[in-house]
């Protein structure tokens, strides 16, 4: 019975993928371990390798596709014994190419395993990202061209243009030359900039924040890319005692003009030790700039002024958004003002604050809540050092009521925060406690039920929106 | 259990074919570098005795590191430095400051947390910095400064000006992890560094032997090819010979450079410091047998320079120490309102 080879899931967030390059052909016999195919996700190539022994009968995705389905049959291998020239494509197979929305129909016989695809806390987080802000910024002026643009292009786009822009601009990090990034967000960057300007560093953050920031005393610009922001734990004494405070501490005479950046919060599946939202952390911190960014505009921006500031910034960004397209406007320079938090979607019944990936679960939240009669105003902070406590009283006093979304824990969080600000400013305006809806108060588990439970999803949002309006 | 037998020691250690440092040789001073030296270390023990001594009286608080002993290091080392180098430390740092040509005053009056300090009031004796004296540090965290003078010399490499990084710390800082992802970045990318290990003995109260596997500090680059030599911090012109086959080394392009200055403090790790984990008797030796400023004082008897001129010195530094301590003193503390400034350079 012949074996249907499908499109492999080589990641939790994937969807789809480019089959890049087949390495075989029909008649060809493959064994256990033999590469088959190159496939490219938004974030790497990869090689598929077969598993099952036999001989490629038909190929039914010809290489160069793009937006393959996860699960989509890509070939038919015929077992020993079996005649390849007689093996038949599945049925719906020809309408498995990108074109296609179904599902091919699964079957009967032996059949390689369809990729699952969990419903995971993370997946639902990622899933939320897809909003985008339903008012223009008024930063971007009115009439301006729009383009579509992924956050992980977002962001290297702005570290491209200040690279070009000042040549005290360098990157460093982990994989960040020849690797092209361990999340591709420094593509290419190595090829325009050369190997001076695009370093490769060992596996060493405390060195290489160290480093980094004394080659902010000496003059230059650094930006610092964690692979993840998990690993700059080993080089947080750095990032506070070396970069944040040193301007105080030299009387204003020597500055650290530095960004540190890479993904931070919660990734799909990856547990306790690789899942956290550093944004407390750091936005406790006096001496830095912390930025947490949502949407491509945001990234791109944001980075651009992070990397102009004359201050060390820790620049927050999200593994699950770097695949996430968005619209940016078409502006040379576009430059962002640092502190300023920016309505992502007006309202007057309550007022949702968020910042990184929380944003898109506000908005989808928010989308709900119109379905039951309730107008939210979504308001994404953006930065949350130096915190735009203004925009966040404005609204309140527009909404009188507040729920803070954060995906992070809630002890001694932005949420905390946000709350205390209210209380001790906004006293007058507030209808009802400020809720806030956070992750759970636990490390984070692997299992995909439990990384749920520990998650935020729009439904928390909704149910705690509606207990501030009255209407539970 | 049974002791192994004692293994046969080849007569000769491999010696490895890589290229490496010769030698170096005790410097010829002239008679006014001489002069020069021994007014330099002078400065210093006077200045941390003032120091000592405000503190005492309560004018100096928090932590207050001394360098008394440890003069020659600083002297030699920084006296073969052009003006395009630049150099950091950790928080025994007054004596580097005042080589780098920062005003003894600005410097006390730091230590007294006066507005007109070199750091506003606002770093203290540990947080001392400045740019246009190229000197960044006055670092609190030990072994920070090794990977900051790391990137220091990244951006002297990177904007090719010719400068290099002199990048103290002692050796209890030299079992700190961050040295060595320095030393192998230092190294693979061949930046202008000259790692100077301060080795006074003791890292706080332990000392270097109950503390560190390797003692002979100078051999810990061997794993990643940074050649070390060991050098006698207490005679400034061996430390001057040193540094100049350590600059020629670096300069040259070669990568960093490891100098392990034996020396020793006098005073306590810190002022709170009473010293107990020695004796007395070994410190009274050390100074009777090895003080750098009397062996600096006997080059310059035999160089015909008289009990006068000598005497002549010694009270010109006094009176600029002396003035030093009653500006600081009597200089203002920083304005309430300076509590606010300096966090961040923008407004946002």
Partial sequence: ?472 | MAKAPARQRKAEPPKSNRERPDEPKRFEASKEQLLQFYKDMLLIRRFEEKAGQLYGLGLIGGFCHLYIGQEAVAVGLQSALSDKDSVITGYRDHGHMLLCGIPPKDVMAELTGRAAGISKGKGGSMHMFSVDHKFYGGHGIVGAQVPLGTGLAFAHKYNDDGGVCLAYFGDGAANQGQVYEAFNMAELWKLPVVFVIENNQYAMGTSVNRSSAEDQLYRRGESFRIPGIQVDGMDVLAARGAAEEALAWVRAGKGPIILEMKTYRYRGHSMSDPAKYRSRDEVQAVRDKSDPIEHAKRELEGAGVTEDEIKKIEQEIRREVNEAADFAEQTPEPEASELYTDVLVGTY
Avoid at chain 1, 242 to 262: E, H, I, L
Wanted: glycine share 8%.
């Fill in chain 1, 1 to 472: 019975m012949a074996i249907e080879i499908k499109m492999p899931a080589l990641s939790p967030t994937m969807e789809e993928g480019s089959l890049a390059k087949w390495l075989v052909k029909e008649g060809d016999a493959v064994k256990s371990g033999d590469i088959m195919a190159e496939i490219e996700t938004d974030k790497a190539t990869m090689e598929f390798e077969a598993v099952d022994e036999g001989t490629i009968a038909k190929i039914l995705v010809p290489e160069g596709t793009d937006g393959v389905k996860v699960g989509a049959v890509i070939a038919m291998l015929a077992e020993e014994g079996e005649d390849a020239a007689s093996v038949s494509a599945p049925a719906a197979a020809a309408s498995d190419a990108p074109a296609a929305k179904e599902e091919p129909a699964a079957p009967a016989a032996s059949e390689s395993p369809t990729p699952h695809k969990v419903e995971t806390g993370a997946r639902k987080m990622y899933d939320a990202a897809s909003h985008d802000a339903e008012t223009p910024d008024p930063e971007v002026p009115e009439g301006t061209e729009m383009v579509k643009m992924t956050v992980r292009e977002a962001l290297r786009d702005a570290m491209a243009e200040e690279m070009r822009a000042d040549a005290r601009v360098f990157v460093m990090g982990e994989e960040v030359a020849q690797y092209q990034g361990a999340y591709k967000v420094t593509q290419g960057l190595l090829e325009e900039f050369g190997d001076k300007r695009v370093v490769d560093t060992p596996i060493t953050e405390y060195g290489f924040a160290g480093l980094g920031t004394g080659a902010a005393m000496g003059g230059l610009r650094p930006i610092v890319e964690f692979m993840t922001f998990n690993f700059a734990m080993q080089a947080i004494d750095h990032v506070i005692n070396s970069a944040a405070k040193t301007n105080y501490m030299s009387g204003g005479q020597m500055r650290c003009p530095m960004v540190f950046r890479g993904p931070n919060g919660a990734a799909s599946r990856v547990a306790a030790q690789h899942s956290q939202n550093y944004g407390p952390w750091y936005a406790s911190v006096p001496g830095l700039i912390v930025i947490a960014p949502y949407d491509a505009q945001d990234c791109k921006g944001l980075l651009k002024a992070a990397i102009r500031s004359e201050d060390p910034v820790v620049f927050l960004e999200n593994e699950l958004m770097y695949g996430r397209t968005f619209e940016v406007p078409k502006i040379d320079d576009f430059v962002l003002p640092i502190g300023k938090a920016r309505i992502m979607k007006p309202g007057k019944d309550v007022t949702l604050v968020s910042y990184s990936i929380g944003v898109g679960i506000a908005l989808e939240a928010a989308e709900k809540l119109a379905g039951e009669g309730i107008d939210a105003e979504v308001l994404d902070l953006r930065t949350l050092r130096p915190l735009d406590k203004q925009s966040v009283l404005k609204s309140l006093a527009k909404t009188n009521r507040m729920v803070v979304v954060e995906e992070g824990w809630p002890t001694c969080s932005i949420a905390s925060e946000i709350a205390a600000i209210c209380m001790e400013e906004g006293f007058d305006d507030l209808d009802a406690p400020v809720l806030r809806v956070t992750n759970e108060d636990v490390p984070m588990p692997y299992a995909a039920n439990l990384e749920k439970l520990m998650l935020i999803d729009s439904d928390k949002v909704v149910k705690a929106a509606k207990r501030v309006c009255y209407k539970d």
